[in-house]
T-cell receptor, first 114, second 115 residues
């Protein structure tokens, strides 16, 4: 299984501010996919953003964007203009090109303060 | 993305009993998966539910403990057998749709507590 590391157990951010979550991974594959999922207290896992490793352009979804550094095996998530509804656990995940199995990091709890 | 439902949403069970969790999707999907999330932990893949054949289990998970069925392209069940308190977890199914063959979407999860 691939190793996914999230080194920040908890992050706190003021409403309307920006927060960046870090993620690193270990793989010998050249083609793969990376994801950020959000899990609010309701426990529903929600896909936030997806990145294909062969695309150099960083993915963006509204207020969410990533900084994908393939050589460094780094995949950080930036949440801009943080909202109270962004409070959740955020998981970074890796999927190999051909096996469709997700490997998750330990998660980062994000709390947005009013 | 597909609409995924799970039943039950939560349950409290006695040690030694079994519980079957259902996962229903509103459209046909190519692949379905079952994950476990132990308290305060990340998600771990239990198995891939294969339509018409036996599930493919990950290391550390066995069919006798977690039997899985997938009778068609929209439905799967996971049974947690002979439960112990260590089985207390959230169990989630996910699907990979044929329209987006490289992304998984998750059901709402089943919170299981074993006394």
């Amino acid at each position: 299984a691939q190793t996914v590391t999230q080194s920040q157990p908890e992050m706190s951010v003021q409403e309307a501010e920006t927060v960046t979550l870090s993620c690193t991974y270990d793989t010998s594959e050249s083609n793969y996919y990376l994801f950020w999922y959000k899990q609010p207290p309701s426990r529903q896992m929600i896909l936030v953003i997806r990145q294909e490793a062969y695309k150099q352009q960083n993915a963006t979804e509204n207020r969410f964007s990533v900084n994908f550094q393939k050589a460094a095996k780094s995949f950080s998530l930036k949440i801009s203009d943080s909202q109270l509804g962004d409070t959740a656990m955020y998981f970074c995940a890796f999927m190999g090109r051909n096996d469709y199995k997700l490997s998750f990091g330990a998660g980062t709890t994000v709390t947005v303060r009013a | 993305s597909a609409v995924i439902s799970q039943k039950p949403s939560r349950d409290i069970c006695q040690r030694g009993t079994s519980l079957t969790i259902q996962c229903q999707v509103d459209s046909q999907v190519t692949m379905m998966f079952w994950y476990r999330q132990q308290p305060g932990q990340s998600l771990t893949l239990i198995a891939t539910a294969n339509q018409g054949s036996e599930a493919t289990y990950e290391s550390g998970f066995v069919i006798d403990k977690f039997p899985i069925s997938r009778p068609n392209l929209t439905f799967s069940t996971l049974t947690v057998s002979n439960m112990s308190p260590e089985d207390s977890s959230i169990y989630l199914c996910s699907v990979e749709t044929s329209g987006r063959a490289d992304t998984q979407y998750f059901g709402p999860g089943t919170r299981l507590t074993v006394l």
